[in-house]
């Protein structure tokens, strides 16, 4: 258990519909990362939060936004969902922002389908 | 632009054999790198890391080695067992930005 909690782990709706990924990080940890992973795209870094602010940004879609809470949980908002959204959706939580040491730990997902 | 990229998508070993999975990146500025292993239906796990002023680094039945002249890292796995049948990511990082960028994987698969 990587201390990292996600819920739900299964999400099934329609398209054009507008669903929330909740992410709790480990215990201490400062930032949070989302990722997407699909079949054909491997694994894609989307945002990170530290400590409450936007840290970086990576191929996050308009129709994608995130925020990270005074307790430190994370939730990714996905709008008007696309049957192409179909993926698992991981949350990473690490200690640091980031450099050299800053391990980031994973959740076990959430994986949404569209149909 | 920045990649990471994996030499052998899968590798078939028998149950005791050791185990050698490659990655190659391309950002000369990574300074930092973890390998990651997916086991089926689950989140990726922290394996082992090593840093670019290091060249190996050993963990328990795990070795990283990293060749910065060629940018190629690689992980060997010792006695391979069937637990270790997973899917294996190299990720990196490096420069000013810190993001994690991960390779396209590698499917182990241990026979008995």
């Known amino acids: 258990d990587s201390g990292v909690t996600q819920t739900p782990k299964h999400l099934i709706t329609a398209t054009g519909q507008r669903v929330t990924l909740r992410c709790s990080p480990r215990s201490g940890d400062l930032s949070v990362y989302w990722y997407q992973q699909s079949l054909d795209q491997g694994l894609q870094f989307l945002i990170q939060?530290?400590?409450?602010?936007?840290?970086a940004k990576g191929n996050i879609l308009e129709r994608f936004s995130a925020q990270q809470f005074p307790d430190l949980h994370s939730e990714l908002n996905l709008s008007s969902l696309e049957l192409g959204d179909s993926a698992l959706y991981f949350c990473a939580s690490s200690a640091l922002a980031g450099g050299p040491g800053n391990i980031q730990y994973f959740g076990a997902g959430t994986r949404l389908s569209v149909l | 632009g920045e990649s990471v990229g994996l030499h052998l998508p899968t590798l078939s070993v028998q149950e005791g054999d050791n185990s050698i999975i490659n990655c190659a990146y391309s950002?000369?500025?990574?300074?930092?790198f973890i390998w990651y292993k997916q086991e089926s239906g689950k989140g990726p796990q922290f394996i082992i890391d090593?840093?670019?002023?290091?060249d190996k680094r050993q963990g328990q039945r795990v070795t990283v080695l990293l060749n910065k002249t060629v940018k190629h890292l690689s992980l060997q796995i010792a006695a391979t067992q069937p637990g270790d049948s997973a899917v294996y990511f190299c990720a990196e990082t490096g420069g000013s930005n810190y993001k994690l960028t991960f390779g396209k994987g590698t499917l182990l698969t241990v026979n008995p």
């Open positions: 939060y530290y400590n409450g602010e936007e840290r």
């Open positions: 950002n000369s500025a990574s300074d930092y």
């Open positions: 090593i840093r670019s002023n290091m």
